[in-house]
């Protein structure tokens, strides 16, 4: 039976990876490359410049987006993994109770249920409220309500998959050493699932800055984000200044997302020396 080279398929692996990377970032590097090109026309070169840097400066309506869509990413993310811990902690750690069922069904609906159908449901039960209570009218409140429904989903599954590791035996002798349930889930259980909060909030966060279906479904006048300012120009052609606010986007994110990396590397190595001290004693 004919069999490849080993060194054909560490290769062969490699090319993959690296059309897989290429693919995935080329993208994105045009874009960045293009936020400095003197032309108008996307696909043309016409030399550097920073021009469009200026005239983002002076776009108020993408300014005011940008922002809008920062603070409720912000918002977003901290509500998600706050109602996520909770909610993956009621799963791991409680294996029966009534509607556990549904409550799991309900938590993971919005990872498989189409966008449009949330967005159009929220919509009409917010509606739906404010025609009986006069409460609350669409704007940033509606459209971070929607951010949150989605965001606490995926929350929900990178914790839960935390904690499912989680080694019991640990709050159990925390327990027996005297700590109430409330000490345990705050001196123990937290900081050991810290690096999936702080993944959980990256992720929600992403999610809701470039968030455009529910934003549409859940906006009102005055609170016009930045993917829903960029989706209503793309009808008429993108200016070149759209390029200048991504590229700003991409570096803020790189720079969290770098800094994040960071802190979780030295959070588990921490946690290490620690497991081996302890060890050790």
Request: positive net charge; aromatic residues 12%.
């Amino acid at each position: 039976m004919f069999r490849l080279p080993l060194s054909f398929n560490r290769h062969f692996g490699k090319a993959w990876l690296l059309a897989g990377f290429i693919f995935l970032y080329l993208p994105i590097v045009a874009l960045v490359l293009y936020s400095f090109n003197d032309s108008p026309v996307a696909n043309v070169w016409r030399g550097f410049t920073l021009k469009w840097y200026a005239a983002l400066a002076q776009d108020t309506e993408m300014l005011l987006g940008l922002w809008l869509s920062v603070k409720i990413a912000f918002f977003t993310a901290c509500g998600s993994v706050v109602l996520g811990t909770f909610a993956a902690f009621a799963l791991v750690k409680y294996k029966r109770f009534t509607g556990r069922t549904l409550f799991s069904g309900m938590v993971n609906a919005p990872l498989v249920m189409p966008e449009v159908v949330v967005g159009l449901s929220l919509l009409l039960m917010l509606v739906s409220i404010q025609r009986a209570v006069g409460f609350p009218e669409r704007g940033t409140l509606t459209i971070w309500m929607g951010h949150v429904l989605l965001g606490m989903a995926y929350a929900t599954v990178v914790v839960q998959a935390r904690l499912q590791e989680l080694n019991p035996q640990l709050e159990e002798a925390a327990m027996d050493l005297g700590a109430k349930p409330r000490q345990v889930f705050f001196l123990v259980t937290l900081p050991m699932i810290a690096q999936s909060l702080m993944s959980a909030w990256l992720l929600t966060f992403t999610l809701s800055l470039d968030d455009v279906v529910l934003s549409a479904f859940l906006s009102g006048p005055g609170s016009t984000t930045m993917p829903l300012v960029i989706f209503s120009r793309a009808r008429l052609g993108l200016n070149p200044s759209v390029n200048a606010v991504a590229t700003l986007i991409v570096l803020i994110v790189s720079i969290g997302v770098i800094a994040a990396s960071y802190l979780i590397a030295r959070a588990e190595r921490r946690r290490q020396q620690e497991m081996s001290a302890a060890t050790r004693g």
